[in-house]
């Protein structure tokens, strides 16, 4: 049974979220703040938490931080917060998805389901996986080879870097920030331009249709995510 901590101050919402919870065979505990959040985090190791950003005695980012200290728990966002700041702040103190308020059931379990999957299959880490292989094309992470049917796809090393962690992350948003950082390094960590540029090439080079692409969407104002 998958044990999932939902840490939300709304009691209607965490009634609405419990029931449809524990209809799909999850255990669920709740915490009404961030320090009972932070105390059953440590003390139960749910397999997934569910975290609302604006709780009463602290902020949901400081609640991520706490956590990331000692786990690697998936943590998915709930978030009543339009701006893409507070989510882009929220996946980089560590969490792994969230969902804007007001959220439908299933988009949630949907989102649920993937986080807690990343976790439990291991064959899927980046570590392990050596050739990731769609419709469309096939990546060799080993070789550093990539091909489209039955010819090889030459990808500058900067290209090569971005798809390399787009790829080990996937379904995953990785942030703007994120990818600039680890391509470009601290200087450049600014320079969303550049993403915008090399994922026009990418997608000319992978895509079957650049303008519409299939696997390498773009979050607007977020970041990018790789969808096997
Ligand atoms: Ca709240």
């Known amino acids: 049974m998958t044990r999932v901590l939902v840490v939300e101050d709304d009691p209607q919402l965490v009634r609405a979220l419990k029931i449809n919870l524990q209809a799909r065979k999850f255990d669920v505990e709740e915490a009404s703040d961030g ?9 139960r190791k749910p397999d997934v938490i569910v975290l609302d950003l604006g709780l009463p005695d602290m ?4 609640v991520i931080k706490g956590v990331r200290s000692s786990s690697k728990v998936p943590i998915l966002v709930l978030s009543a917060r339009h701006t893409s700041e507070d989510k882009i702040r929220a996946l980089d103190a560590g969490a792994d998805d969230y969902v804007t308020k007001p959220f439908s059931m299933d988009e949630l379990l949907a989102r649920l389901r993937a986080a807690t ?10 570590d392990d996986v050596t050739v990731i292989t769609t419709d469309e094309f096939s990546i060799d992470l080993l070789a550093k080879k990539v091909r489209r049917g039955d010819r090889a796809v030459r990808l500058t ?12 992350h996937p379904g995953h948003l990785v942030t703007q920030r994120q990818l600039l950082l680890e391509v470009w390094g601290p200087t450049y960590s600014e320079n969303t331009n550049y993403l915008r540029v090399y994922m026009a090439q990418l997608r000319r080079k992978l895509e079957a249709d650049p303008s519409h692409p299939r696997y390498l969407i773009t979050e607007p104002g977020m970041g990018y995510r790789f969808e096997p």
């Open 59 to 62: 902020d949901g980012i400081e």
């Open 157 to 168: 090393p900067t290209e090569w870097h971005l798809l390399e962690i787009l790829v080990t």
């Open 117 to 126: 999957r990343r976790q439990a299959e291991p064959a899927q880490r980046a």
């Open 35 to 43: 320090s009972t959040a932070l105390r059953l985090a440590a003390a």
